[in-house]
């Protein structure tokens, strides 16, 4: 009646391995560490870098504990704070010449301490979030007018290419502000320019005026379609952040929005602010624009004349100087794909783009107007512009798929690629709140969190332990089994624990220790009623069954709702409160029950179970009848 099958008792043992394997990765900490990382696009770390660092520390006479290559970084770990700074020095000086122009960005870190063997097989500790692990805080305030500036001058080009189609003369097109002025001379011409907007451009709406002998046209964006705009705007700026810093391996970074024009980034582990702002100043913009070939502009790129009117001057890779159009054809936004490829005539390296419905319109109307010119791809990064490439259009490209080829080799080819499709920032950012939590501040978080949860734990062994007795040490036993897959779970998650996560892990341990009530409890009414012990013992785990499935499904409704709608602390204390409903099903209810039929269930003629007190019928009639007697 209450025994389990080998194999029931074989699935408790693999849990509890596979729980304790990876729960172990979390007691053994993290080590001061310094990070060395790409600070531009163009520059790879790999392991050459990794051997630079080596080098600079063994000339420093700094003794490491590991130097690991991992991808994107290299980390290198130290046994104290004051090791990881005098790494730092020397790194910093090995492979930073001009600290005006740094090629990498050298930065404090925390690294696991968890040795090779358990990192090999994917255990790895919870990430900590920056209340626990220490790191930086960034608001930073997305500049919207720029955005929308932005697109009123995608709106002009466009405006200008639409009335070119369909012979629309005009006067001229001028920008001004957020709105598209367009000068015509007769009605004729103000009404099919109207009427162009209307049919082909749905978000922007026109106004009429007279100006001097002729009439001005103005075109202005919609509201809703500036709400539209704003919105498009910090969704991307957010999406290019995540691509930018999941590059340099921050663990569990935090970006996410907070208001209409703001956005939270939060870097756990990072103890460097001045570092952790040039991390979110690596973010780019992309630009395609035409090279001025005039006679001025040639004089310029030689440095013998001014750069001419309406154009400007940036340096390529090689360091020459190309003087391109200000007006902008195409930015980031138009591009969805760049990989690297090869010319199937030449076997040369090549960057194959692929451009959206809108971007290849454009493209395919620019390179038709322009065969045998150049067309420069501008970076701007950190506020300093660099033309990756300007190739000479061929003929006219259709189709959203350009090519770029032209004298690169195969690492230019991937590192252009990477470039162009790392994304770039529909509106310029600025930081207008900033601040560091210390990892001795985590520590004490940790301390006093560690402790709310042990002591809580120990408070309720001591009362089950007193009021239920052995039944009681079953159930102390399985909510440390809980705690130790509600930890191992987590882990295999690598999900970010904070301090309302803690929070939750103590609401789980009253959670599951009262589903154990429950069944105790349950077994003392069957007892009471007359039940044999075993067959008081097979009904209470049977029949508390259904009553704590509804209880934790309610819960569990209730956690799903806070991790659905919540965001921030509030998603982190739910993560760790669905979490910890599932794993204390199965602790009270499956290994409880695994405990109590491995010390009861061998015992066919079971006489008593030590639960407490079980106050019988018999023993109530024999106390009335004692005091009738007495009266």
């Known amino acids: 009646m209450n025994r389990y099958p080998v194999w029931k ?27 060395v990382s790409s600070a531009k696009a163009t520059i790879k770390v790999d392991t050459a870098v990794q051997k630079r660092v080596e080098e600079a520390l063994q000339g420093a006479g700094v003794v490491s504990d590991s130097v690991v290559f991992d991808g994107n970084s290299v980390r290198a770990r130290f046994d104290t ?10 790194i910093e000086k090995a492979l930073i010449p001009d600290p005006s122009d740094p090629p990498y960005i050298v930065a404090l870190n925390l690294v696991s301490r968890s040795p090779d063997w358990l990192t090999a097989l994917h255990a790895r500790p919870m990430y900590l979030g920056l209340d626990l692990r220490g790191g930086v805080h960034f608001m930073l305030q ?51 320019a109207r009427n162009l907007i209307a049919d082909q451009f749905p978000d922007l709406q026109a106004t009429s005026s007279p100006d001097g002998d002729g009439m001005r046209l103005r075109a202005s964006i919609k509201p809703e379609a500036l709400r539209k705009v704003q919105e498009q705007a910090l969704k991307q700026n957010i999406t290019t952040l995540h691509n930018r810093i999941n590059e340099l391996g921050v663990a569990e970074p935090v970006i996410q929005q907070q208001g209409l024009d703001r956005i939270v980034v939060q870097l756990p582990g990072v103890q460097d602010t001045a570092k952790a702002k040039d991390i979110l100043g690596r973010t780019a913009t992309l630009e395609v624009r035409m090279v001025d070939e005039g006679t001025e502009a040639r004089a310029a790129e030689m440095g013998s004349g001014p750069v001419p009117f309406g154009s400007e001057k940036y340096l390529d890779r090689n360091g020459q100087a190309v003087i391109v159009k200000k007006q902008v054809v195409l930015t980031g936004e138009n591009l969805t794909d760049a990989q690297p490829g ?13 451009l959206d419905a809108k971007g290849s319109r454009i493209f395919k109307d620019i390179t038709r107007d322009n065969v045998g010119k150049r067309m420069a791809i501008v970076l701007f990064e950190k506020g300093k512009g660099e033309v990756v490439t300007a190739p000479v259009i061929r003929s006219e490209i259709g189709g959203g798929r350009v090519q770029i080829s032209g004298r690169m080799t195969t690492m230019e080819a991937n590192d252009t690629a990477l470039l162009l499709r790392a994304g770039s920032l529909a509106a310029p950012m600025e930081i207008i709140e900033e601040y560091t939590i210390g990892p001795s501040l985590g520590a004490d978080n940790i301390e006093r969190g560690i402790h709310s949860v042990v002591w809580g734990m120990a408070a309720i062994a001591a009362f089950m332990c007193v009021y239920y007795m052995l039944f009681g040490v079953f159930s102390t036993v399985a909510l440390g089994v809980n705690v130790l897959l509600l930890i191992a779970i987590l882990s295999m998650l690598q999900a970010t624990l904070t301090l309302p996560g803690i929070a939750a892990m103590a609401l789980a341990l009253g959670v599951a220790i009262d589903s154990n009530v429950l069944i105790n409890e349950r077994i003392r009414e069957e ?54 409903i599932l794993t204390s099903m199965f602790s009270a209810v499956f290994f409880s029950r695994g405990l109590v039929n491995l010390w009861y269930g061998r015992k ?16 109530a009639s024999e106390m009335r009848s004692v005091a009738g007697k007495a009266q």
């Open 9 to 35: 008792y074989a699935i408790l043992v693999i849990v509890l391995l596979i729980g304790a394997l990876y729960t172990l990765p979390n007691f053994f900490g993290e080590a001061p560490a310094v990070q």
């Open 81 to 90: 704070p004051d090791t990881q700074l005098k790494a730092k020095d020397a």
């Open 142 to 192: 997305v500049d919207m007018q720029a955005a929308l500036t932005k697109k009123a001058e995608s709106y002009a080009g466009d405006l200008r290419t639409a009335l070119r189609e369909k012979n629309i003369r005009h006067g001229g097109i001028g920008r001004d502000g957020q709105a598209v002025d367009i000068r015509v001379r007769d009605e004729a011409m103000l009404t099919a």
């Open 342 to 354: 090869f010319d199937g005539q030449t076997q040369e390296p090549t960057v194959n783009l692929t």
């Open 527 to 580: 007892l009471r009623g007359g039940a044999s012990p075993q067959a008081a013992i097979a009904a209470g785990y049977e029949r508390a069954w259904a009553t704590i499935l509804d209880s934790n499904v309610t819960t569990l409704i209730a956690g799903l709702a806070l991790l659905a709608f919540g965001s921030g602390p509030v998603r982190g204390f739910a993560v760790v409160h669905c979490i910890g």
């Open 604 to 619: 066919k003629k079971l006489k008593s179970v030590s639960i407490g007190q079980v106050w019988k019928p018999e023993d």
